[in-house]
């Protein structure tokens, strides 16, 4: 039951924090946040529905909204749709480490010694849903290790991070048109 509630509050909190008017792509990043708290509550999911049998899964705590990091995650794929690239560096050579310390996220300083150092996002091109986004993720289908389910199931390093922002951009004239920037970071102390 408080999973359930700690996931009502933060999809609350992210309604809060957007009119439709502002950010017109919030209901897909709710759905993918859903369906990682979901796969991440329930990990047999990712074996039934996805056919993915990895003996490393199990039950997590749900993720927490943050939206300084949904900031920083929408700001990179809004780079990634407008600049038609698709890659964890920006343009300028800067990891998601660096765009989520400069959008005010706190962070250790060895997260930002390295200017391209990316410990934090996982990216998504092609994929308009966000459950699916999340689902294609999961999989990661021809990635060894797959990290990306490391990320976003709070496997191996990432088993301390708790707080998690989504954004989700569109360009038609892109390669990908839809790109998703997805960011599963610790809560660090200020």
Not at 58 to 83: C, F, G
Not at 102 to 118: D, F, R, V
Request: proline share 4%; net charge positive.
């Amino acid at each position: 039951m408080k999973s359930v509630i700690f996931i009502i509050l933060s999809i609350a909190s992210l309604l809060a924090t957007n009119n439709s008017d502002e950010y017109k792509y919030k209901e897909q990043e709710i759905k993918a946040f859903n369906r990682i708290n979901e796969l991440r509550a329930n990990p047999h999911l990712i074996k039934t529905e996805l056919g993915i049998n990895d003996h490393r899964l199990k039950k997590q705590a749900p993720l927490i909204w943050d939206e300084t990091l949904a900031k920083a995650a929408r700001q990179k794929a809004q780079d990634m749709a407008t600049n038609n690239y698709f890659s964890h560096t920006d343009l300028q050579g800067r990891g998601m480490n660096i765009v989520i310390y400069e959008a005010g996220y706190h962070l250790p300083s060895y997260y930002i010694n390295n200017k391209a150092a990316n410990y934090c996002e996982s990216i998504s091109g092609g994929i308009s849903d966000g459950a699916k986004i999340i689902d294609f993720l999961i999989i990661d289908k021809g990635v060894e290790p797959p990290g990306h389910r490391n990320h976003l199931m709070g496997l191996e390093s990432y088993a301390e991070a708790k707080m998690c922002g989504i954004g989700i951009a569109y360009n038609p004239n892109s390669t990908y048109k839809y790109y998703a920037s997805i960011i599963v970071v610790p809560k660090f102390q200020n």
